[in-house]
């Protein structure tokens, strides 16, 4: 996919797609001086309280849920498919 084809309404129906098989993970904002860096906002995505552990869980179901799963998957994606409850099993 190239990045012309990245569109808003895109992005939002892949959120939809994906919305009941992911969690909704917090934004946390802290100051940076707390961390002994200029005071500048700072905000982390806690993607880490995944299911999986990371942000792969997202694309992962996408590529799951709008195309033909390949038969042999890189490790990581396919870690983030199997940490997950059985969603897909209605």
Do not use: Y
Request: glycine share 4%; charged share 20%; net charge positive.
């Amino acid at each position: 996919m190239s990045i012309d084809q990245i569109t808003r309404d895109r992005i939002i129906a892949a959120h939809q797609l994906i919305r009941p098989h992911v969690r909704r993970t917090p934004i946390v904002e802290a100051d940076g001086a707390d961390f002994g860096l200029d005071p500048i906002h700072l905000a982390f995505k806690l993607e880490s309280l995944q299911h999986s552990g990371s942000f792969k869980a997202r694309g992962a179901f996408t590529n799951l849920l709008t195309r033909t799963v390949p038969a042999a998957a890189s490790s990581r994606p396919l870690e983030a498919i199997m940490a997950l409850p059985s969603p897909l099993q209605r």
